[in-house]
């Protein structure tokens, strides 16, 4: 009796003894490795807004302080500019829908997202080469980087969006080739952390996009 006690009492200690199985060990790992990407695009959004914060609060002071500040005319391609990036947000809406409706061992629903990405990184592309025609519009007009404060600002700001844009536009490529390549190594988290990336950048152009249109 004494032999048969300590074995049953023994039991559940080393079952709660023994190290965690490959399966208990992969979902830890991946639950952390997805809250590490929902902190980290939050920290990203962070540092970017700030990073135009002080820019936009440099264009104010330069604007009030200086006596030569002449508004300039934005190219009308910016606004055409506006519609892509925005219709991009909706496509992507639509893909994270669509992938979102069905396991991804669903070949029509993978499809159906896979397209509706392809389509917003094409928006973006379309976006990104207005941006340069609107650069070339205004070369045109003999407006360049250091030609006054105005265009120097427009110049910088337009830039620097479209530098964050290009990290949105690798995050999507990577999105589709895992997507593609293997489920498996398809993360929703990343996924959703690139669709929140995304719809940033675009209410970021809204506001870039007031602040070019009423201080140039």
Known sequence: MSSAFYQTVSTPSGA?????????????????????????????????????AALT?????????????????????VYLNTLAILLSSATLEKARRAIAAGPLSDSNAVRIG???L??????????????????????????????NPNSSFYYV???????????GFVALVFIMG??????????????ESTVIY??????LWLYLLFVLRTKL
């Open 16 to 52: 709660l003894g023994r190290p965690a199985g490959p399966a208990v060990r992969i979902a830890k790992a991946r639950s952390g490795a997805d809250a590490a990407s929902r902190s980290g695009i939050w920290v990203g959004i962070f540092a970017i807004t700030m990073t135009f």
């Open 57 to 77: 609060s440099a264009l104010f002071v330069r604007q009030g302080s200086s006596a030569d500040w002449t508004h300039i005319v934005l190219p009308p391609i």
């Open 114 to 116: 896979s397209l509706w």
């Open 118 to 147: 392809l389509a917003t990184l094409s928006l973006g592309i379309v976006f990104v080469a207005g941006q340069f025609e609107a650069w070339r519009q205004l070369a045109a007009q003999g407006l360049y980087l250091a030609t």
């Open 157 to 167: 700001l337009t830039a620097m969006h479209g530098l964050h844009l290009f990290a």
């Open 178 to 191: 895992r997507l593609a390549a293997s489920h498996a190594a398809f993360r929703k988290s990343t996924f």
């Open 198 to 203: 995304w719809h940033f950048m675009g209410v």
